[in-house]
């Protein structure tokens, strides 16, 4: 009877103990790494041409990015996730100038994982190799990390990320310390849930 109430004593001390240092490296990682981590560097190759750009829902400017890069010739195909919410539809993009037959519609997305996942079955479907992901600059350590893991190495991805509001170097705003401390809690379930795959 002792050892059981001893053995009992010592899971829950070691759930303690695992449960505070997962809590101490999240309040530590944010203030080690600084907002600037957010913000992974572009890995747009302009000399390449990708089979597809693939734009993450969100807002316009990544839509607009996206169209840019699609005029210099980049790619000769856009998938549109979530392309049912404002600023990623198809109409929006047909508007600035991007043929309806270029556009692929992915309707169902409801977050990055399910951008990474989805966009990766018409890439499949289609024979597609090559694929530019494009998203806003505070968004894209978390997109990398997700399509990098979701894709793995199957499709080459390149990046490119659109500037925003979040600009850390000349103070942080309250906006950009919400989205900082936001961005890095779904950073944490994000590199949990790809650890469970």
Request: aromatic share 10%; glycine share 6%.
């Amino acid at each position: 009877m002792a050892s059981h109430i001893k053995k009992t004593k010592k899971i829950i001390l070691t759930s303690f103990l695992i449960f505070i240092l997962f809590l101490s490296a999240g309040v530590m990682t944010p203030l080690l790494l600084g907002p600037e981590f957010l913000m992974a560097e572009d890995s747009l190759d302009s000399s390449s041409e990708y089979d597809a750009i693939v734009v993450l829902s969100g807002n316009g400017e990544r839509l607009e990015h996206a169209v840019d890069l699609f005029n210099e010739g980049l790619a000769d195909h856009m998938i549109l996730t979530n392309s049912t919410e404002s600023g990623t539809t198809p109409e929006e993009a047909m508007s600035m100038g991007v043929p309806q037959g270029a556009i692929f519609e992915e309707p169902s997305a409801t977050s990055t994982y399910e951008n990474a996942t989805l966009s990766k079955n018409i890439m499949e479907e289609e024979g597609f190799s090559s694929a530019l992901v494009v998203t806003s600059d505070y968004h894209s350590r978390r997109t990398k990390m997700t399509f990098d893991d979701i894709y793995d190495d199957q499709i080459e991805l390149g990046y490119s990320f659109d500037s925003s509001f979040f600009n850390p170097s000349d103070g942080m705003t309250e906006d950009e310390s919400r989205m900082t401390f936001t961005e890095y809690v779904k950073i944490g379930v994000y590199l949990f849930r790809l650890l469970l795959e």
